[in-house]
């Protein structure tokens, strides 16, 4: 019997993954320290280059390793997903049918993508699985079996793919990847997975009838996989040797079928059908060895069936006399299906283990950022609304002089409230602290600014080059466009943006409230003594001491001072509230294949924060009772004391200085926070400058690429005949040449000779005397266009043009330059702008952009640039990935075309078209025919 089919596998180039999901792990788990995984990262990068080496060897081990590097690649889909706008690392990939030609130019196609390169492993398992099936020593019980399992393997691999390589793609893919063509591997393998069948069934012995279903659902299959193969997108695609032996077989199983049917009817004792199948079965296998020409390896059984056949011929000529029935009345053959597509295995090594285990899937990574971020803007909310109310409370106090006017009725110099919050202030270092924070912003906020600019400077150059180059190349320029991938970049550039022009609005606030109370808190920040020297003298209130309203007043300011301690409490809880939602995001994961993180983050922090947020809004209701009643207290307060004059002016001092220390606080809380962002923004607008760099070099390395593949395609390109001189730029040779168009001839030629000719092959000599040869014409080139093509230095060289035509008319300028005498061609070559040869030429661009990580958190908590809320982190948009790479390059030869058909065979139905041009079989429809 014939060999069975193998399939090449594809070719790759090697990259490097060390770098990119370093980085990326680096930039979006801020929690892993990459040093961790730099073990991972190494073996991860010798996997893939283990599975190129290992491909050329057909043998199990070498389909092991390639089992694990494609389940490490399912492994960190979800975690370290391979994208242009992602982790962008470039995968090259050669189409498996394509050997090349002479003028270069083969099939690649190179896309950032996991999932490209996720198809193209999997498209070499199977190819590696149809290679190892057919070496297999198909005599052994073993062996027969391992065939047949990587076959339905490899067609069940193949059938995955069809389905799903234009989704991962995302765009045309090479020709072993069309949807056709993998819809015909999967068929042949599937139908030599019966084969295999049927072979272990003869070696078995088993019931002619048994193996006779087993043939005919051989054969039927191989007509699937015929019919498929001669689709008229990929006819010419296969081997040669493809076609002639799919169709041999598909006729010679059904000839077998044919026979072993004939089998059965002998044991029945039908002898005329017996004769019959014969008959049939010798035509099928005649017509199969005119199909398989040299691949025909069905001999013995034809041999077989000619035996049979003469010998019960002669056994019904001299016995039994049974009518022979024709072969349209004899009951069809069944099909026995045995052989079926294997579904694709998770994991398909079971030695896998993922090395990167420790990584969180990036949904589950995202939702509890997501989740934090949530957390962090009740957090910020709940503390937002404590600190307002404390705030609206310190005012108010102060603007009662409260409680330093209570304790200023002793006739002390300076109120002891007054004291310790001058001495508060000076612990925490005065007005001097306060005037550092302030000068160190400007700072952090220019080296902000200047980073997120420069990042911004770098998309729009690389933007602007690649609208350049569009424009140049037109539809040769295919990657990409920039505007797609750096969108989600832009979009994180400008909320930055957004952020650093709402925190330079919160400085001027902060330096606002500054000038106002400067002068206050550098008196408190002065010794006592020079605090009591400003203080006007203390006032005659004495009296009011023990007053009901003093006594009233002081129980209020000490219920205040007991809502401050609770608050700083609750504050405490809010912030310290924790709680894991990793085993929740897991299970959601791995339930539904995705998370719903709005749902479930809303709901478990309203069971975590509903209680807190009640003791807030508590809080806050006391203290709007207790500030009414110390309003009503100190205005009976203010009318007892109204009778005494003298103490105005120290009263508005110390409301002042009571005031100042309250700003002094806010202040350098602030400015604290204030600080703190910047520091925590600049790290992220860092990420983001890196993420941009590293996209500037993806794509400048991907246009290096693509720029050498145009050049290449362009110099590959056949070159056409100069064009034909207008008439006007004719001398006297022009006559000549419309005189005498079927012999061409040299102006230099004419001008010595007259009607002479020349021999064209030999250097005519220049003329030692006489005129000296017409000079050769301007051309007309434009600043900084290229060399028309095929020029060379010092006229060495001629264009290349298209053979001679005895009705063609001769030029009126010699087309050899590297005749004596002669002058070049004053054309260039259509279609130019790009140089042939030696001669090189390279567009200016600048520098190119790489990677998109999900955004980090951002930081919160700077009470004037949002005293309620965190920043909410906008979801990182998707965006598919997009590549370039040639499909067919120019000046490739094309696939080679089958040879003719094969002549059709008796007791098949007429066929379609020319009789020579292919070969119908019953049963089926009509097919495309191939030649």
Not at 111 to 127: H, P, R, T
Not at 203 to 221: H, N, P, R, V, W
Not at 665 to 685: C, I, S, V
Not at 790 to 805: F, L
């Amino acid at each position: 019997m014939a060999s069975f089919i193998s399939v090449p596998l594809k070719k790759t180039y090697e990259v490097d993954l060390i770098k990119p999901l370093r980085t990326f792990i680096q930039n979006t788990f801020s929690q892993a320290n990459p040093d961790d995984y730099n073990q991972a990262l190494t073996d991860f990068n010798k996997l893939r280059n283990t599975t190129v080496a290992k491909s050329v060897d057909k043998h199990e081990s070498a389909l092991d390793v390639l089992y694990r590097y494609y389940d490490q690649l399912v492994a960190i889909e979800n975690k370290l997903p391979i994208a242009e706008n992602q982790i962008r690392v470039q995968f090259k990939w050669r189409d498996a049918f394509d050997e090349g030609s002479f003028l270069g130019g083969k099939r690649n196609l190179a896309i950032a993508s996991g999932a490209y390169e996720k198809v193209c492993m999997l498209f070499n398992i199977a190819s590696l699985q149809t290679q190892i099936a057919a070496i297999q020593n198909h005599e052994s019980n073993d062996g027969m079996k391992l065939t047949v399992k990587y076959f339905q393997q490899a067609c069940g691999i193949y059938g995955h793919l069809k389905d799903v390589v234009l989704s991962h793609v995302q765009q045309d893919p090479t020709p072993d990847l069309n949807p056709d063509t993998l819809s015909a591997l999967s068929a042949i393998m599937l139908a030599q997975a019966q084969e295999s069948i049927y072979r272990k069934a003869t070696q078995d012995k088993m019931k002619e009838g048994t193996i006779a279903k087993l043939a005919y659902q051989t054969s039927e299959l191989y007509a699937d996989a015929m019919k498929l193969m001669q689709m008229g997108s990929i006819r010419d695609l296969w081997p040669k040797d493809w076609l002639p032996t799919v169709g041999m077989k598909q006729a010679a199983f059904h000839g077998m079928a044919e026979f072993y049917q004939s089998c059965v009817a002998q044991q029945a004792k039908t002898y005329g059908e017996e004769i019959a199948r014969l008959q049939h079965a010798q035509e099928l296998l005649n017509a199969s060895q005119s199909r398989g020409g040299a691949t025909f390896n069905f001999r013995q059984e034809q041999g077989k069936v000619q035996r049979a056949l003469d010998q019960a011929k002669k056994d019904n000529d001299f016995i039994y006399h049974d009518k022979i029935p024709d072969l349209k009345s004899l009951p069809s053959i069944g099909k026995a299906v045995v052989a079926k597509p294997a579904p694709l295995a998770q994991p398909m090594s079971s030695k896998f283990s993922d090395l990167f285990e420790k990584i969180v899937p990036l949904p589950v990574h995202e939702a509890l950022t997501a989740f934090e971020n949530r957390k962090s803007q009740i957090v910020a909310m709940e503390s937002g609304r404590l600190r307002e109310a404390t705030q609206l409370i310190n005012s108010v106090l102060a603007s009662l002089n409260l409680p330093a006017a209570l304790e200023d009725l002793a006739g002390e110099r300076v109120p002891q409230s007054l004291l310790d919050k001058a001495t508060q202030i000076q612990e925490l270092g005065g007005l001097a602290k306060v005037d550092q924070l302030m000068s160190e912003l400007p700072d952090l906020l220019n080296r902000n600014r200047e980073i997120l600019t420069e990042s911004m400077k770098a998309l729009d150059d690389e933007e602007r080059s690649d609208q350049q180059l569009k424009e140049q190349f037109k539809e040769r320029w295919s990657r990409t466009g920039s505007s797609a991938l750096t969108r989600p970049m832009r979009d994180e550039a400008n909320k930055y943006k957004s952020i650093l022009d709402t925190a330079i609005q919160a400085d001027h606030i902060v330096k606002e409230k500054y000038n106002t109370h400067k002068n206050a808190i550098a008196l408190l920040s002065k010794p006592k003594a020079e605090l009591e020297s400003t203080l006007p003298a203390a006032s005659a209130a004495a009296s009011l001491q023990g007053s009901e309203v003093v006594k009233r007043l002081r129980e209020l300011i000490e219920q205040v001072n007991t809502i401050k301690a609770e608050r700083d409490v609750i504050e405490t809880e809010i912030k310290d509230a924790k709680f894991d939602m990793s085993a929740k995001f897991f299970a959601a994961l791995a339930q539904d294949g995705m998370i719903n993180e709005e749902a479930i983050s809303v709901s478990e922090l309203e069971r975590l924060y509903s209680p807190l947020r009640e003791q807030v809004s508590d809080s806050i209701h006391r203290q709007e009772t207790v500030l009414s009643q110390i309003q009503n207290a100190n205005t009976e307060f203010c009318t007892a004391k109204s009778s005494n004059q003298t103490g105005a002016q120290r009263e508005t001092m110390l409301k002042d200085l009571a005031a100042g220390f309250d700003s002094f606080m806010e202040l350098k809380a602030n400015l604290e926070e204030g600080t703190k962002f910047y520091n925590d923004l600049t790290p992220l607008l860092v990420r983001l400058q890196t993420k941009i760099n590293d996209f500037c070099f993806a794509r400048k390395t991907e246009k290096d690429e693509l720029m050498a593949d145009l050049q290449k395609a362009i110099a590959n390109t056949p070159s056409q005949a100069p064009p034909i001189a207008p008439r006007y730029q004719g001398g006297p040779g022009q006559q000549n040449a419309q005189a005498a168009p079927q012999q061409p001839t040299t102006t230099a030629a004419a001008a010595a000779a007259g009607t002479a000719t020349t021999d064209q092959s030999r250097p005519t000599p220049a003329p030692r005397g006489g005129a000296p040869p017409r000079p050769p014409p301007p051309t007309n080139t434009s600043a900084g266009s290229a060399p028309a093509p095929g020029a060379a230095a010092g006229g060495a060289a001629s264009a290349p043009s298209a053979p001679a035509s005895t009705t063609t008319p001769s030029l009126p300028y010699a087309m050899n330059p590297g005749q004596p005498g002669q002058m070049q061609a004053p054309y260039g070559q259509p279609g130019g702008g790009f140089p042939a040869g030696g001669a090189s030429w390279q567009a200016p661009y600048p520098s190119y952009p790489g990677q998109g990580y999900p955004t980090p958190p951002m930081p919160s908590g700077y009470n004037p640039y949002n005293p309620y809320m965190g920043y909410q982190q906008p979801q990182q948009a998707g965006y598919p990935p997009q590549g370039y790479a040639p499909q067919h390059q120019p000046g490739q030869a094309p696939y080679p075309q089958q040879q003719g058909g094969y002549p059709p065979y008796p007791g098949y139905p007429p066929q379609q078209g020319p009789p020579q041009a292919g070969y119908p079989y019953p049963g089926y429809p009509q097919q495309q025919q191939y030649r």
